[in-house]
């Protein structure tokens, strides 16, 4: 089956900072998501992006379909961005497969 | 639009004993996906349906299974538990093919 690696597994930053989040997929994919859950289990949708670049406030992704793999830019860290960063795809008609996660920590 | 919702929130079993799961999905969302998240396996996909039919299935045991009904809210059982089983279970909804999933909150089970 499809393989979805995440790095960093663990990132800790200081309040202010950037960041850029890292998924890397084994073939070609119908659908890229990313999300964060939050402390509470939810998983909260952050970019439906399969291919090219979104933004949203100090967020943005950028997925390379030909490349296979996707980014994940936060800048000037907020504590409130901890937490846990997954990316998930859609191979063919098939499951949702999840990453491994980055645990992002950021310290006031 | 209400998102997805999932009910109960939090549920305590014991090992032997059953347990069924409710997942009502966003308004015209026909497709329902359930996923098993723990610390050891991380998010496994347990199965989907659309239009009350299983369309894919995940590597679980029989003793998980699901149904969705003609309204699209879906649900999953869980028999003969076992300590392993204890998880947070999500649901997700989509409209249809290669469309972007929402998830709802999601139950927290443990079996003791």
């Known amino acids: 089956g499809i393989q979805v690696e995440q790095s960093p597994p663990d990132l800790i930053l200081q309040e202010g900072a950037n960041s850029t989040l890292r998924c890397n997929f084994s073939?070609?994919?119908?659908?890229l998501q990313w999300f964060h859950q939050n402390p509470w289990g939810q998983l909260i949708n952050l970019f439906y992006?399969?291919?090219g670049t979104k933004q949203n406030g100090r967020l943005s992704a950028t997925t390379v379909a030909t490349e296979r793999y996707s980014l994940l830019y936060i800048s000037s860290s907020q504590t409130t961005d901890s937490g846990v960063y997954f990316c998930?795809?859609?191979?063919?008609?098939?499951?949702?497969?999840f990453g491994t996660g980055t645990r992002l920590t950021i310290i006031p | 639009k209400a998102g997805v919702t999932q009910t109960p929130r939090y549920l305590i079993k014991t090992r032997g004993q059953q347990v069924t799961l409710s997942c009502s999905p966003i308004?015209?969302?026909?497709?329902v996906s359930w996923y098993q998240q723990t610390p050891g396996q991380g998010l496994q996909f347990l199965f989907e349906?659309?239009?009350?039919?299983?369309?894919n299935k995940g590597n679980f045991p029989g003793r998980f299974s699901g149904r969705q009904f003609s309204n699209s809210r879906s649900e999953m059982n869980v028999s003969t538990l076992e300590l392993g089983d204890s998880a947070l279970y999500l649901c997700?909804?989509?409209?249809?093919?290669?469309?972007?999933?929402?998830f709802g909150p999601g139950t927290r089970l443990t079996v003791l």
């Open positions: 308004s015209g969302h026909r497709s």
């Open positions: 992006i399969p291919s």
């Open positions: 073939d070609s994919v119908n659908n």
């Open positions: 349906y659309f239009s009350e039919t299983q369309r």
């Open positions: 997700a909804s989509r409209q249809g093919f290669s469309n972007e999933q929402f």
């Open positions: 998930a795809v859609l191979f063919g008609n098939e499951k949702l497969t």
